[in-house]
């Protein structure tokens, strides 16, 4: 009997020891719960606040100079790097022809103004005999033929007055036409600049629009690069942003934005910008690339 109910006691508190030591992992994991709970949010990705674009430096005025009629270059004044003012003379071509039948027509004008002046003379003789003709009448010296044949002999003069004055006008048109045709023997520069390239040598037969010379414009200097369409409203007119070369990128110039496209091209999604240059070009000229930073893209 005692050693069945020491048995017993022994089972007992077996039993209660391992009910102690399987209730405290739970409290530990109830306890861990919180914890997990309250644990700081990750922070958030800084907004962007610039933009990197590239696009190439150009110029407003830059042109091909082509013939304006055909001929043969008769002489060349300009090679690239040439400076020129508006209006100066690039080449000549071959005018003699040319020159030859302007000097014909003017001297047809010449002799259609001598008829016409003599024309007029004859035409105040002719009235003057109307007049004197209808005094006449007045008086009962004439008859009425008389009077009307001194009348129409005035009145046809007139007429070929002014035939010899359409004449003279025709004449003063083909010559205008001439001097024209005589200027476009003279290749000149469309506006100031630099001689970027010369394409034709004296002697060489020239059609029309065959290239002649490529004349660019000094300044002002601007900059056409490319956005993302995300920019559509963001970029305004008058926008400053920043321009340097990539050769060095240390000297930065500042420049304001001119032209926004309205539109956005499809076919890469961006829309296309233009901001002029503020100040000297330095060592930038037309046609190289350039790095563009815009500032204040949110």
Same mark, same amino acid.
């Given at each position: 009997?005692?050693?069945?109910?020491?048995?017993?006691?022994?089972?007992?508190?077996?039993?209660?020891?391992?009910?102690?030591?399987?209730?405290?992992?739970? /409290?530990?994991?109830?306890?861990?719960?919180?914890?997990?709970?309250?644990?700081?949010?990750?922070?958030?990705?800084?907004?962007?606040?610039?933009?990197?674009?590239?696009?190439?430096?150009?110029?407003?005025?830059?042109?091909?100079?082509?013939?304006?009629?055909?001929?043969?270059?008769? #002489?060349?004044?300009?090679?690239?790097?040439?400076? +020129?003012?508006?209006?100066?003379?690039?080449?000549?071509?071959?005018?003699?022809?040319?020159?030859?039948?302007?000097? @014909?027509?003017?001297?047809?004008?010449?002799?259609?103004?001598?008829?016409?002046?003599?024309?007029? @003379?004859?035409?105040?003789?002719?009235?003057?005999?109307?007049?004197?003709?209808?005094?006449?009448?007045? /008086?009962?010296?004439?008859?009425?033929? *008389?009077?009307?044949?001194?009348?129409?002999?005035? $009145?046809?003069?007139?007429?070929?007055?002014?035939?010899?004055?359409?004449?003279?006008?025709?004449?003063?048109?083909?010559?205008?036409?001439? $001097?024209?045709?005589?200027? #476009?023997?003279?290749?000149?520069?469309?506006? !100031?600049?630099?001689?970027?390239?010369?394409?034709?040598?004296?002697?060489?037969?020239?059609?029309?629009?065959?290239?002649?010379?490529?004349?660019?414009? $000094?300044?002002?200097?601007?900059?056409?690069?490319?956005?993302?369409?995300?920019?559509?409203?963001?970029?305004?007119?008058?926008? *400053? +942003?920043?321009?340097?070369?990539?050769?060095?990128?240390?000297?930065?110039?500042?420049?304001? +934005?001119?032209?926004?496209?309205?539109?956005?091209?499809?076919?890469?999604?961006?829309? $296309?910008?233009?901001?002029?240059?503020?100040?000297? /070009? !330095?060592?930038?000229?037309?046609?190289?690339? @350039?790095?563009?930073?815009?500032?204040?893209?949110?």
């Amino acid at each position: 009997m005692k050693r069945t109910l020491l048995a017993t006691l022994m089972a007992a508190l077996t039993a209660a020891l391992c009910g102690c030591s399987e209730s405290k992992p739970v /409290a530990a994991s109830n306890a861990a719960v919180p914890a997990a709970q309250a644990a700081p949010a990750p922070a958030t990705q800084p907004l962007e606040t610039t933009f990197l674009a590239s696009g190439p430096l150009v110029v407003e005025n830059q042109v091909d100079v082509a013939a304006l009629r055909e001929g043969v270059v008769a #002489k060349t004044m300009a090679e690239p790097g040439l400076r +020129v003012k508006t209006g100066q003379l690039l080449a000549l071509l071959d005018d003699r022809q040319v020159g030859a039948d302007l000097a @014909a027509a003017r001297a047809k004008s010449r002799s259609i103004q001598a008829d016409l002046h003599n024309w007029e @003379a004859e035409a105040k003789v002719l009235e003057s005999d109307h007049e004197r003709a209808q005094k006449m009448w007045d /008086a009962g010296l004439i008859t009425k033929e *008389q009077l009307d044949h001194a009348r129409y002999k005035a $009145e046809s003069d007139k007429w070929d007055v002014e035939r010899v004055a359409e004449m003279l006008h025709n004449a003063r048109e083909s010559e205008r036409s001439l $001097e024209l045709e005589l200027e #476009k023997t003279r290749v000149r520069a469309p506006f !100031g600049g630099v001689v970027a390239r010369r394409y034709v040598r004296a002697g060489q037969k020239v059609a029309v629009g065959d290239r002649l010379f490529w004349v660019t414009a $000094e300044g002002p200097l601007r900059v056409k690069f490319t956005l993302p369409e995300r920019f559509l409203g963001k970029v305004q007119k008058g926008a *400053q +942003v920043s321009v340097s070369s990539p050769d060095s990128p240390q000297r930065v110039r500042k420049a304001r +934005v001119i032209e926004v496209s309205p539109v956005v091209d499809p076919s890469s999604g961006t829309i $296309e910008v233009l901001a002029q240059l503020e100040g000297p /070009a !330095g060592e930038l000229r037309p046609g190289m690339m @350039a790095n563009v930073r815009v500032e204040n893209t949110r």
